[in-house]
């Protein structure tokens, strides 16, 4: 083993809208392949419904009977009543329904919601900007028992936060994947077909890695998902394995158009010594959409693929 | 009769600070020059001694002064922004514009008579969210980000105790504050944890065969023909490729201007009204102020159903706006 510590993969919450088939078949894909825990739930717009919160809890039950943990993901941006009315659904569930289900709190609202609740096993999401050691204790202290990162933040300073920490927290690092970059009320799907988020016909079904937008340079730049808005690279950890391990306990590994259980098997190859981190990293080229990047884990520049001198 | 809402104008600078309090500003928001506050640009901002003499001024005129320290600190630089708590309440500011929980955290045990705000880069969006600031930390006020309708914005406060402050005119984040990352991604700094968005060092104008173009830290972000007005190339307004076609596939080079919702903003219960543009001139600072105390003050004397928007004001107002152009933003669905 390269590490010190076994360490475990995640898939991430599908951040694209595909139609309801092929998430099921996608899932059932899953049930067997290496990932230890499995994120499930609509984080980033309530317009869309393919699964709603039943379906998705469904999909969890037959992940869960396959020994997977499953995770329950809330929504990013929480702007109107029926989406707080979700949220509390999706903390009951927890608390109450399916205990084993542990939920991932990615606003304020819901980690008011979860200590109401009682909650003491739960995920502080990547967009709870928790960039130092005091705003973590006190999600610590509120129930919180892994720590998922904020893709933008490095490596070195997520170890100083670790670091400063009486206790430790199990942490998760976005390993691979187009990155969530910014959430925002507007859809730029339907801008881009001239519709208005309302009426936008629900234009991002079956767009399954969405769309990228270029500078006029021709050059792949961001990625339109809806009303969030991604890198167009690929982030991808792979060749950084050894120093990321040293500073978390869990991988995750964000939902892709297609071949992300090979993904999936090529980290857990590196994970374990089955592979070099630079063989694994070649290999995942012809399975990533655009081309890699790395910049965030090294202090840099997101877009950045950086490789030390 | 409900409390009459506040005007809280930007203050980049010591000049600004003054103009905003002569031209009828009940509050004014600056920054430390440093990476404590979500504007740290060159030039801009308040060394000790021009606090000194900016709290002064405005407290000498019953204005209140409100310190944004709303960035998020990491751990290595972490004492740079509790010193920046400290060095606040010695001052005698009238309250903190706070982001992060743990700052919240550090400001209610050192100094518990500091009033405290929550930032827009805190990205509270519903009550709940609010809620749990409150009772961790006892905010008393929250800034909105711009992404909620105004049914949507009425629903919160009609559910917090916390007072609501929106914004009503300046630059547009198209993106909800505090979760927006296109500028770290672009030049490894952005307005979370360097309180900067597509900083200047990165920007290249290069005038070109093909026009105009503006760059940041190499990537294209707008070209620009002969006659257009090259615009600051704030990454999410540029012209894009998408499935070939070119155009502003986030947003134009626009601003909010809130102006005409004056009245309903009241109605539902609005605390404060902030006006964007710490970067801006002294020269903006009083245009908008102006037009901002007048519309306040014809509120206040009419009530809600007699105001009306004056035609001279939307043109004074036009002529500051970026691209020269406004819009009501997501308190309108339709923009959305």
């Keep these: 083993m390269m590490g010190t510590h076994p360490m475990k993969l995640a898939l991430g919450p599908l951040l694209y809208y595909w139609p309801r088939q092929s998430v099921l078949d996608f899932y059932a894909d899953i049930a067997d392949s290496p990932v230890d825990s499995v994120y499930l739930g609509e984080t980033v717009c309530s317009r869309r419904h393919e699964l709603r919160l039943d379906d998705w809890l469904e999909v969890g039950d037959m992940l869960n009977a396959a020994g997977k943990e499953v995770v329950i993901s809330t929504q990013g941006l929480i702007e109107s009543e029926s989406d707080l009315k979700v949220l509390r659904r999706i903390v009951r569930q927890s608390a109450e329904d399916r205990p084993g289900f542990r939920v991932e709190a990615n606003d304020m609202g819901a980690v008011r919601l979860l200590g109401e609740a009682g909650a003491t096993d739960w995920v502080a999401g990547p967009t709870l900007n928790i960039f130092n050691p005091a705003t973590l204790q006190l999600m610590i202290d509120a129930g919180a028992t892994r720590w998922a990162v904020a893709p933008e933040m490095s490596g070195t300073a997520l170890a100083a936060v670790r670091a400063a920490l009486a206790a430790a927290i199990e942490t998760e690092v976005f390993a691979y994947g187009r990155l969530p970059l910014a959430h925002s009320a507007r859809c730029f799907t339907a801008r881009h077909f001239n519709l208005q988020k309302d009426t936008c016909e629900f234009r991002c079904l079956a767009i399954m890695d969405g769309i990228t937008l270029r500078t006029r340079e021709g050059e792949p730049f961001l990625t339109l998902n809806g009303v969030q808005t991604q890198s167009a690279r690929v982030h991808n950890l792979l060749g950084d394995l050894p120093a990321v391990r040293q500073n978390a306990e869990v991988l995750r590994i964000s939902p892709q158009g297609s071949d992300t259980r090979r993904v999936v098997e090529l980290f857990r190859a590196a994970l374990d010594d089955a592979q070099t981190p630079a063989a694994a990293l070649a290999a995942s080229r012809e399975l990533m959409v655009e081309a890699p990047c790395n910049g965030f884990w090294h202090g840099r520049a997101g877009a950045e693929q950086y490789v030390a001198a | ?336």
């Design chain 2, 1 to 336: 009769m409900p409390a009459p809402i506040e005007l809280v104008c930007p203050a980049g600078s010591l000049p600004a600070l003054k103009t905003a309090v002569d031209h009828g500003a009940d509050c004014v928001y600056l920054g430390f020059k440093d990476a404590t506050n979500a504007r740290n640009f060159t030039g801009l901002n308040f060394d000790p001694p021009q606090m000194r003499e900016g709290v002064a001024y405005a407290h000498a005129r019953g204005r209140k002064v409100l310190l944004a320290l709303n960035t998020y600190p990491q751990a290595n630089n972490w004492p740079s922004w509790t010193q920046a708590i400290d060095r606040a309440a010695e001052f005698g500011v009238d309250a903190l514009i706070l982001a992060d929980p743990g700052l919240m955290d550090y400001a209610t045990r050192t100094h518990p008579q500091l009033r405290l705000h929550l930032s827009v880069q805190g990205s509270a969006t519903s009550y709940e969210a609010i809620n749990w600031y409150a009772e961790r930390f006892d905010i008393r006020r929250a800034v909105l980000p711009r992404v909620l309708s105004l049914p949507q914005v009425a629903h919160v406060v009609a559910n917090t105790a916390v007072e609501i402050e929106v914004f009503g005119f300046g630059g547009l984040c198209v993106m909800v504050e505090g979760r927006c990352a296109l500028s770290a991604y672009a030049t490894g700094e952005s307005p979370n944890c360097n309180g900067a968005c597509s900083p200047g060092k990165h920007v290249r104008w290069e005038e070109t065969p093909k026009g105009m173009e503006t760059r940041l830290n190499g990537i294209l972000i707008d070209r620009f023909a002969d006659g257009e007005r090259a615009g600051y190339p704030t990454l999410c307004k540029g012209r894009f490729e998408v499935n070939d076609e070119t155009y502003y596939a986030l947003e134009e080079p626009t601003s909010l201007n809130t102006l005409e919702l004056l009245p309903e903003l009241a109605r539902i219960g609005i605390r404060a009204i902030k006006i964007e543009g710490r970067q801006r001139s002294p020269a903006y600072v009083a245009q908008v102020t102006q037009v901002w105390r007048a519309a306040l003050d014809k509120l206040a004397a009419g009530g809600a159903d007699a105001f009306s928007v004056l035609p001279g004001w939307m043109a004074e107002l036009n002529k500051v706006s970026e691209g020269q152009s406004h819009t009501l933003g997501a308190y309108y669905r339709p923009w959305k």
